[in-house]
């Protein structure tokens, strides 16, 4: 190679990393967009900033009046209690999640101690998007690579860019984002675990630089969410069979020490992740829809739904049905000619084909175990399976690019006219993907947003100083935190037991020309609106303001 030739080679390396960091920061923008409009806050996403940052623990007692902050600094970091470690990691002991990102976001809270905001959630989950970009930009272009061969290289590099660009677009990761929990950093985990794997196969490297990394990697991330281990269970087990088939008994060995130190090391620092998974309500809830089988079709039809809705816009059949023309165009037209199986012998070829064929068995065997065993809540549950929608996607252009590529190189007559056809069919399926994602986006598909909330604390912002009765079922007063940035408005709330139908006769409640009440849903709720008009006789109508799961928002006056 020449100097010129080495000049165009790093000048066409710079505008690459250009367009990717272009598409990136274009990306977090608009992430930082839909952040700009979340408005409320999912139950779970409460109960992240409670189990990080508690400090005494929200009581709820029937007859009783809870101050502003009293209610607050369970969802803050208050100053001097900045970076609790060991109360993050004992308050998730007792629940059923690992550590990791509670200690992460407890990190971020305790930077800004005394406030609560989405921000400090957001903001999280945008610091693991952006290497979870460059790891999914990295696997798809190392994976589809064949070293010395420029145009393998070519339709690697725009396959690493239509996936990322696909993906980074897409609803359901935006929603990912938006949503304040440890999906998003789990998705970091399965990708530099895909990547590490594709990474050895290529290189047919198994040595320390493979497995030292594999080991942390399984650490972290079975210390984040325990389905990190089910995508690396499928993984390492087309691994294994792939290294026992090419007799590496001794890389074998080597790579089950290394994943076996990383998860016992994992269980020694956590060992109440051994209850969370075998007698946790999550656990065993798991392992009976699992042992279910009546329940597998519908289960695969919900999760493969919400992938179709929210990842493809409702294209994936137009995408699996084109996929299969084209192959089964080039597969005829192979054997027509003669040259099928011509390429069976080309190492390069088979590095691509097994890494291919490892991320198809992963994937496969991650989206049907946690189809079977994850909870079926509509569209939230996008999340279980958001750490395998990029490698998803990639495997969808992949075999939608590469007998495109096929045909293109079979029918080609000239070099440059053919790299014309493929730089236009390269911007037709960038449309298309763009197109797709943007009629998504437009149609609302972004979730976790909550904007109907926006009205509800305006007025709630606007009457901080009204008295505040919270009636509250009996049966579940812990849905109280469903209300939490609502009730941190008002300088105190009273709390009170929808079942008990005794008289209120606190003189703040009695006394009140105004009084503002959240009922749960409860069989007594009308009666205790009546409770409060006849303990009030400056009060005489209710009028309902605002209407949510479980809640209900009246103004007595």
Known sequence: MDLTDKLKGKNLKILAAAVFLVLLLLQLAFLCYFGGHKEGFHEDEFYSYYSTNKTAGLFVNDRQWVERNEFRNDFVVLKGEQFRYGIVKQMQSWDVHPPLYYYILHTACSLFPGIFSKWLGIGVNLIAFVPCFFLLAYLAYSCAAEKEKEESRKKAGFLA?????????????????????????LTLFVLLCACLHIRAVKKQNFGPSFLIPLAITVFLGFMTQYYYIIFHFFLGAAFCFMLLREKRIKDLIGYAASCAIGLALA????????????????GTEAVSEFSNAGNTIERLRFFGQLFDQYVVNGNLAGFLLIICLLWITVSYLEKRKGTAGRNLLDEERKKTRQAVGLLLFACGGYFFTISKTALLLGETSNRYQLPVYGIILFLLLYFLVTPVEMLINRYGKEKRKTEKVKRAAALILSAVILMIDGTALK???????????????EYVKANEDAAVVVFYNEASPDNVWRLSDELMVFSEIYLACAGNM?????????????????????ESREACLDLLLKSNENLSEYQMIAQKPIWTLYELH
């Not at 005794?502 to 409860?522: N, P, R």
Request: glycine share 6%; net charge negative.
């Open 502 to 522: 005794e008289s209120i006769m606190d003189e703040k409640i009695t006394g009140s020309d105004k009084l503002l009440v959240y009922a749960a849903d409860h």
């Open 443 to 457: 149609n609302g598909r972004v979730f976790f947003l909550y904007e109907e909330e926006k009205t509800v604390m």
């Open 267 to 282: 269980i020694c620092y956590y060992p109440s992740s051994m209850s969370h998974i075998f007698r946790g309500y999550r």
């Open 161 to 185: 860019f239509a996936t990322c660009l696909f993906w980074g677009f897409s609803a359901a990761v935006i929603s990912g984002v938006m949503f304040i929990r440890m999906y998003q950093w």
